[in-house]
C-alpha cells in the first residue's frame, strides 16, 4: 500500500498533460539562430556525425530541407537530441519502440513500415491431400454430405434416390474406419457420424418398405453399447412390426423401448403409451387399451386419446363410462389463444399492425386446425354415442348437446342439434327432422341459413317446389353469402323452367364460393338447356379440371361434344368415363350408338353386348342386339334377345312378332307356327299374326287355314268400321271448331306417336312383312330396320355431386346444409 497514493481533492488530476520539451516547439523554429544559419549554409548538408557517446555536444538531429532529405542538427545547447545515430543504428525514440518504425533513417532509406519494398510475399504453401488425415477429413465431409442429400432426397419423396444416398454413405464410412485402423489412429472413431449413417439407413429401409433390412439396420444400433439412447430405437422397430401386423411383438417392443426411457422424457413416454393402447385396440383387447388410455388421461390428457377412449367404451357397451370419458374430452385444454386476441383495436395502431401480422402466421395456422381437429372429434364421438347411451338416439342427443352447451365449444351445439335432423332423415323419419329444423328460425342467422338450407333441400326432394322457394329465401336472407342457400334457391327456380334466373343464382353462389362444384354443374347444365352449348361445354371443362375422376362431368362432356356434332371427340370421352366405371351399361351403350353412327359394325356390337351383360334389360340395346344378328343372317341367336324382350314388355306384340318372323327366317315352319298361334290366343285382334297363320296353314295344308281366313276377314272388317268412325269423329269436331281443326288432327298424329317412336318405327317394319306370295326364306332387311333415337335424357348416377339433364344437383350437405 506504500506505493499507492490518493489525489488530494485539491490536486488536479490532469495536470502535466500539457507540459512539453521546448525542444519539440517548431513554431520557434524561426527564432532559433542555429537551425536557421544551417537552412542559410552548407552546414546543413554536412554528412551526418556519429555520436560515439550519448549526452555530448556531437548529436544531431535530423530536418526536414525543402528538398525533403533528412540531416541532423545540433540544438543551440549543444545537447544531441533522441534521435542521434549512434553505432550506425538509431536510437528509437521512446523507450517502447514501435513495430516497423525507427525514429531516424539511415542514408539512402525509404519510409517503408510494412516492409513491402523486399517484394511480393512468397506463395502459401500447397495443402497435402496426401497425408492421411487430409483423407480422413475428406471422406469424412463426403460421408456427411451424401447423409444431408439423403435426407433431402426423402423430403421430396425420392424414395429410391434417397435409399441410394444412404447406402452410398454407408459405405464411405466403413471406408473412412478402415482408413483409420491404417493410420493407427482407431481410438479416434468418429461414433457420431457412424450412428447418424445407421440411423439413415435403417429410417429409408423403412420409408422404402424394406422392414427386414431395416430391422437388421436398427437392431445393429440398438446392440452397440457405445451409443447413447439406442434404445429408443426399439419404438421405431415396434412401428415396423405394427405396420406388418405382428402386434404382439409390436408391444413387446413398445415396453421394452418405455422401459429404457426415464421419467424425464414424460411426453416421449405419453406418445408410446398411446401407440400400446392404438395396438391393443387392432388386436380386439379392450380393457388392456383402456388401461393405457385412461393413464395417458389421468397424466396428460390430449383429443386424440380421449376419443379412442370412448371407441373402446363403445365397443364394449359401457353406457356411463361413455358419459364420463365424453365429459372429459370436451374439457381437454387446448392450449390455444382466444380468437378475439386477433381482433384489432381502434386506438393503438403499433398493436394493430403486429396483429395483422401475425393473423395468419403458421402458428395462428396451426391453432385452428388443432381446434377444427377437436370439433371434428367431439362431433364424431357425440354422433357415435347418442344412439347407446340413453333409450332413443333423440334423448342422447339432448345429454351431448347439454354437456356441449356448458363447455368451451358452445358453438358447436347448434351443429349438433342440425345433425340430430340429419339422423332422423336417415331414419326416414322426415316428419321429425322437419320440425327439429324449424327450431333454428329464431336462432342467429349462420345457424338458420344452415337449418333453412336443409329444409329447403327436403321440400325439394318431396317436389314441394313452393316451400323450397320459402326456405331458400329465407336462408338467403340470413346469409346472403351461402351458396347452398343459393344453389337451392336456383334449383326451384330452374324446375320452374326459368333457366336465365337460375343461372343468375348459380353464378351468384360461384361468386361467393369459386370452389362450389355444385353451381357450377347445374350452371352447365342450365346452358344445355338454354342451347347455349359452348358456355356449358365451358363450365364443365372447367368442373373436370377440379374433379378429374367425375363419370358425371365426363358423361355430360361426352353429350355436348354429340350436340356439337363431333363425335370422335364424344367417343374420347366416353372412353374415359370407362376407365373409371367400366361396368356402367348406360355408358357402354353410348359408345355402340356413336360406333354405329360412324359406320363401325363391329366395335358398336362390341360395346352393345357388354351393356346387355351388365344391364341384360335395356329394351334399346336387346332390339340393336336382335336387329344386329337377323342383319347378319344369326337368326337363331336373335331369338333369345326378343324372348327376353317379350319377358320385359309382354304386353307388347311386337317382340312375340319378332320372335315367330326368326323361327320363320330359320326355316323352323311347325314353331313358327305354334308361337304364331300362341299370339293369336293372347292377341285375337292382331292383324298380322293371322295373316301369317294363313300363309303358314295353306302352305303346310292344313285344314285350319279356313277358321284363320274367317277370323282374318272379320278382323279386317272390324278395322275399317273403327277407322271410319274415327275419320267421322275427326271431320265433325272439324266442323264444330274451324279455329281448332289442324290442331285437333296434329294432336291425335300426335298423341299416336308420343309414347315411343322406336316402337312405332318397328311396328311399321313388321307391318311390311313379306306377303303371302312371296317366299318364307326372303331375308329382306328391310323388315327389321335400326331404329335411333338421340338420347336427350342424360343418366341419373348415384353420388354427391350427380345430377341428370332434367334436374338440379342440390347445395345441402349434412352438417351444415351447404
Known sequence: ????????????????????????????????????????????????????????????????????????????????????????????????????????????????????????????????????????????????????????????????????????????????????????NADHINLDLTYSVLLNLANQYANNEMFPEALNSYQVIVKNKMFSNAGRMKVNMANIYFKQKNYPKAIKFYRMALDQISNAHKEMRIKIMQNIGVVFVRMGQYSDAITSFEHIMSESPNIKTGFNLILCYYAIGDRERMKKAFQKLISVPLGIDEEDKYIPSNDDTSANMVIEAIKNDKLHQMERDLKVLAEKYIMTAAKLIAPAIETSFATGFDWCVDMVKSSQYVELANDLEINKAITYLRQKDFNQAVETLKTFEKKDSRVKSAAATNLSFLYFLEKDYDQADRYSDLAMNADRYNPAALINKGNTVFSKQDYEKAAEFYKEALRNDSSCTEALYNLGLTYKKLNRLEEALDCFLKLHAILRNSAQVMFQLAHLYELLEDPQQAIEWLMQVISVTPTDPQALAKLGELHDGEGDKSQAFQYYYESFRYFPSNIDVIEWLGAYYIETQFCEKAIQYFERATLIQPTQVKWQLMVASCYRRSGN?????????????????????????????????????????????????????????????????????????????????????????????????????????????????????LLWKTRVEIRVLCGPTGASDGETKDGSQEAHGG
Open 669 to 785: 315352319y311347325q314353331k313358327a307356327l305354334e308361337t304364331y298361334k300362341d299370339i293369336h290366343r293372347k292377341f285375337p285382334e292382331n292383324v298380322e299374326c293371322l295373316r301369317f297363320l294363313v300363309r303358314l296353314c295353306t302352305d303346310m295344308g292344313l285344314n285350319e287355314v279356313q277358321e284363320y281366313a274367317t277370323k282374318l276377314k272379320k278382323v279386317e272388317k272390324m278395322k275399317e268400321i273403327k277407322e271410319q268412325r274415327v275419320k267421322s269423329g275427326r271431320e265433325g269436331s272439324a266442323r264444330g271448331r274451324r279455329e281448332g281443326r289442324e290442331g285437333s288432327a296434329g294432336s291425335a298424329d300426335s298423341s299416336h306417336s308420343s309414347n315411343s317412336t322406336k316402337g312405332e318405327r318397328l311396328s311399321a317394319k313388321m307391318r311390311s312383312l313379306p306377303a303371302s306370295n312371296e317366299p318364307y326364306e326372303a331375308s329382306s332387311q328391310k323388315e327389321l330396320g
Open 1 to 184: 500500500m506504500e506505493n499507492v497514493h490518493l489525489a488530494l481533492e485539491e490536486d488536479d488530476l490532469y495536470s502535466g498533460y500539457n507540459d512539453y520539451n521546448p525542444t519539440f516547439d517548431s513554431e520557434e523554429l524561426e527564432n532559433d539562430l542555429g537551425f536557421q544559419q544551417a537552412v542559410r549554409t552548407s552546414h546543413g548538408r554536412r554528412p551526418p556525425m556519429t555520436a560515439k557517446f550519448p549526452g555530448t555536444a556531437i548529436g544531431a538531429r535530423p530536418i526536414a530541407s525543402s528538398f525533403g532529405s533528412r540531416v541532423p542538427m545540433t540544438s543551440s545547447m549543444g545537447r544531441p537530441m533522441t534521435g542521434a545515430v549512434q553505432d550506425g543504428a538509431a536510437r528509437p525514440m521512446t523507450a517502447v519502440r514501435a513495430a516497423g518504425y525507427t525514429s531516424s533513417l539511415t542514408r539512402g532509406s525509404t519510409f517503408d513500415p510494412l516492409g513491402q519494398s523486399k517484394g511480393p510475399a512468397p506463395p502459401l504453401e500447397a495443402k497435402n491431400d496426401d497425408t492421411p488425415e487430409e483423407k480422413i477429413k475428406i471422406l469424412e465431409k463426403k460421408v456427411n454430405d451424401l447423409i444431408e442429400e439423403s435426407c433431402m432426397a426423402q423430403s421430396v419423396g425420392a424414395l429410391q434416390l434417397a435409399l441410394e444416398k444412404a447406402k452410398e454413405a454407408g459405405r464411405k464410412e466403413r471406408m473412412l474406419v478402415r482408413q483409420r485402423e491404417q493410420s493407427g
